[in-house]
């Protein structure tokens, strides 16, 4: 694990230790949990995107047809 320093204004802090103890944590736990379920926000709208993006590509009738082209083609200058 990491540490991270942070500058967060008195009273802010007052109020967030206050609720860290009616909520038996501490204030790095709240942080924590806060930033946690960010990242698995994140995880989950990621993996939902790229599974409506499957079921769309399943669900065409769209065909590719052969290459034929060289990658320095489509970057001529």
């Known amino acids: ?4 320093t942070m500058t967060i204004d008195d009273t802010i802090i007052k109020k967030v230790k206050k609720i860290a103890i009616e909520k038996n944590t501490t204030l ?3 942080v924590r949990d806060y930033l946690t379920g960010i990242a698995k926000r994140e ?10 993006l499957s ?3 399943n669900s ?3 065909e590719v047809g ?3 082209w ?3 083609e ?4």
């Open 1 to 4: 694990m990491s540490n991270i």
């Open 28 to 30: 790095t736990g709240l």
């Open 43 to 52: 995880d989950y709208r990621a993996e939902e995107i790229i599974s409506q």
């Open 55 to 57: 079921e769309i590509m």
């Open 60 to 62: 065409s009738n769209i």
């Open 66 to 68: 052969e290459i034929t």
């Open 70 to 72: 060289k990658r320095d």
């Open 74 to 77: 489509l970057h001529e200058r």
